[in-house]
């Protein structure tokens, strides 16, 4: 059984950087692609990077190119979600995905294993 367990989240302020780790268990990194996704409060998780399965490729929605890095460590299996120039609208849960893809997705419903998700609060 695959598990992820999300840390890192905490609360920060606006343009300070933070780095979020997934720690995969229960299946081999280099098996799964990665991603990672925020949600807000009564709205859909919504995607927020993605890493192929050696680490090559990746993938980042608009609003956080160029700030956000995603990154993979298939040794440790750790993800990790490095994140810069923190704004407000940054903050949320924040939750690791992975799936056995050969392709790099951004839709929440292609990934099948999910983690608890971590909390970053982003003070302006």
């Known amino acids: 059984q695959v598990r992820l367990v999300e840390s890192g989240g905490r609360l920060v302020q606006a343009g300070d950087s933070l780095r979020l780790s997934c720690l995969v268990s229960?299946?081999?990194?280099?098996?799964?692609?990665l991603g990672w996704f925020r949600q807000l409060p009564g709205k859909e998780r919504e995607f927020i990077a993605a890493v192929d399965r050696g680490g090559g490729r990746t993938l980042y929605a608009d609003p956080v190119k160029g700030r956000f890095i995603i990154s993979r460590d298939n040794v440790k299996n750790t993800a990790y979600l490095q994140m810069n120039s923190l704004k407000s609208e940054d903050a949320g849960v924040y939750f690791c995905?992975?799936?056995?893809?050969?392709?790099?997705?951004?839709?929440?419903?292609?990934?099948?294993?999910w983690g608890q998700g971590t909390q970053v609060t982003v003070s302006s």
């Open positions: 995905a992975a799936d056995r893809h050969f392709v790099l997705q951004s839709s929440g419903a292609q990934y099948e294993h």
């Open positions: 229960g299946r081999s990194l280099t098996e799964l692609i």
